[in-house]
């Protein structure tokens, strides 16, 4: 027996996921890379970020973020539009409807973007444009491999994962992202790849940095049952503000667009927020890991948590917002640390538990509004955990993720990620199949050979139709041609069923219904089965998109269905010999 293509099928997708894991690792690092050069561009002298921002003239503080909107303005705009904002909904959505297809310019183009903005103060993170960067460099090694859809998903999940897990150093939280966020059908078989890719990301990462761990996170201790009470209302408040940070951003968004401001100006309107901001509340700038380190370690006061708190938010609702290229999941950290502290000292102020310090809470809070925000629980605990490394903190997390996700769900029903693609008229489905259907145009199964009639067509010419034509259905039309109405042989039994004879004077209008469904040429099969699976229709009618309401065929229930399997039936085809046609014969 010849167990070649076997041996191949396995062994090609682990040493995919190793190639794509190190090239996001080294993704990672050249993005950070760029950051720390800009800033050194940006911002001359010594020291971290905040000591050269504080060098720097005030007019020099307000100029560079705007100079930098203007500038990378256009190529969001006009270049690559798929580049703004945090990166993730992106790739959500290119798993969705384009099977994991991914521009190869968005590598380039998203790292030099995100990186020149934040390396002028703008309050964005890093994380997501990674997840996008690592799986531009998934998609662009599935396609030159000429890999089948599914195959080609799991390399951008393999590149998502490798990119999170490389920027943490955390890889069981990169690999839960991409289950939790990305992938909702993940098959088990998958999931060592992304496992591999995650832990190779890691490992080409740690190569490079050499400088230990983003946070110095406090030696948590749990040493009262009652200091859980803490955290569970601290969850509620995480909840509360993921939802407010939601609606910040997302309104300044739809009023940036009700006041016709082009796009390609935006993001310089997010940075003369950013500049104005810098003036006097620097902390509250850029990444915010050394911010977020002071709260880690108990010595910011209770003024200057609450500020930092309104302030971030402000700063990263304008960057986001505004159509800038950077992630939310460091802002997201950045807000729970800040909201963890300011909980941590008024609980303080009427309770004096020795061991619960605002620093706990801090560490607590960043993965309660990060699981908010995203709602993805797991991935946030993870997170916290291999940050800190500590056990014991598993408990206080989970008891603070979960009242988080339940009010969002209960008060928004999306996260953060889902919510920016239902505003661009995207809804993640979290199932398979229904992302197979949002695949499928119905201008590819239209049935063109229908009959129509015009709706002033007599019943003995309806009756003669009806006994001669093979279709159980038929459109009317209005004079000018546009659609009237649907005659079904449903119709002309009611009538049939009447005692006594019919009235000849009954034409197709007399019969046919009105109130129907129909679908454009440019729509998705998903929309069609929406309309099938909530009425008793067996077709609808198709109306073209060129001439408004002029019907141009059919889509059958049973042609949509037929489609569906073939498309199934296609991918399974394509399982066994993706990978093995590649490799060479030896």
């Avoid at 060098?55 to 539009?81: C, N, Q, T």
């Avoid at 809804?427 to 002033?456: M, Q, W």
């Amino acid at each position: 027996m010849n167990t070649k293509p076997a041996l191949a099928t396995i062994l090609f997708p682990l040493l995919l996921a190793v190639v794509i894991g190190g090239l996001a690792g080294l993704g990672a690092v050249f993005f950070r890379w760029l950051i720390e050069l800009g800033i050194t561009l940006f911002w001359p002298g010594q020291g971290g970020f905040l000591d050269q921002y504080d060098l720097a003239p005030w007019y020099w503080r307000l100029a560079v973020p705007v100079v930098a909107g203007l500038i990378l303005g256009p190529l969001l705009h006009f270049v690559a539009p798929e580049i703004r904002g945090p990166g993730v909904p992106e790739v959500m959505a290119s798993l969705a409807l384009r099977d994991g297809i991914i521009r190869h310019r968005v590598t380039m183009a998203k790292s030099f973007a995100t990186a020149t903005f934040i390396a002028a103060g703008c309050s964005l993170g890093r994380e997501g444009p990674i997840v996008q960067i690592g799986s531009s460099i998934g998609s662009s090694l599935s396609q030159l491999f000429r890999l089948g859809p599914d195959h080609r998903k799991l390399a951008v999940a393999c590149g998502a994962a490798a990119g999170i897990a490389a920027t943490f150093q955390a890889p069981m939280a990169g690999t839960l992202f991409v289950v939790e966020i990305l992938l909702f059908d993940l098959e088990v078989a998958s999931l060592s790849n992304i496992v591999i890719a995650a832990v190779t990301g890691t490992l080409v990462a740690k190569s490079f940095w050499s400088d230990g761990a983003l946070f110095q996170t406090p030696v948590f201790t749990l040493s009262h049952p009652a200091e859980l009470l803490v955290y569970l209302a601290l969850g509620v408040l995480a909840g509360l503000l993921s939802l407010l940070f939601m609606s910040a951003i997302f309104a300044l968004t739809k009023a940036l667009s009700k006041l016709n401001i082009p796009g390609w100006l935006t993001p310089a309107l997010g940075g003369l927020t950013i500049g104005l901001i810098g003036l006097s509340c620097p902390e509250a700038l850029g990444v915010g890991y050394d911010t977020m380190n002071q709260a880690l370690h108990g010595h910011m006061l209770l003024a200057s948590v609450a500020l930092l708190l309104l302030v971030k938010l402000i700063a990263t609702s304008a960057c986001i917002g505004s159509g800038m290229s950077g992630g939310i999941f460091a802002p997201s950290l950045f807000l729970g640390a800040m909201l963890g502290a300011l909980w941590g000292q008024l609980v303080l102020s009427f309770w004096a538990g020795p061991t619960l310090l605002p620093a706990y809470c801090a560490l607590v809070g960043m993965g309660a509004v990060v699981a908010g925000t995203t709602l993805a629980p797991i991935t946030a605990i993870l997170t916290i955990f291999e940050l800190s490394y500590n056990y014991e903190i598993i408990l206080p997390l989970m008891l603070a993720c979960i009242p988080s996700i339940i009010i969002v769900r209960l008060l928004h029903g999306f996260s953060i990620y889902e919510t920016r693609l239902l505003m661009d008229g995207i809804r993640i489905v979290r199932g398979h199949d229904a992302n197979r259907l949002r695949a499928l145009k119905i201008r590819d199964y239209i049935c063109k050979n229908f009959t129509s009639l015009p709706e002033d067509t007599p019943l003995a010419e309806i009756m003669t139709e009806v006994m001669t034509n093979p279709f159980p259905h038929f459109v009317i039309t209005k004079p000018d041609g546009q659609l009237a109405g649907v005659l079904t042989l449903r119709d002309v039994r009611a009538l049939l069923a009447q005692p006594g004879p019919a009235d000849p004077t009954i034409t197709a209008a007399d019969l046919m219904k009105t109130e129907i469904a129909t679908v454009n040429e440019d729509d998705n099969m998903e929309d069609a089965f929406h309309l099938f699976s909530n009425h008793h229709f067996s077709f609808l009618p198709v109306l073209s998109s060129v001439k408004q309401n002029k019907t141009i065929g059919c889509l059958k229930k049973d042609d949509l269905i037929t489609a569906y399997n073939q498309h199934i039936l296609k991918d399974h085809c394509q399982l066994a010999s993706n990978f093995v046609c590649h490799l060479p014969d030896k």
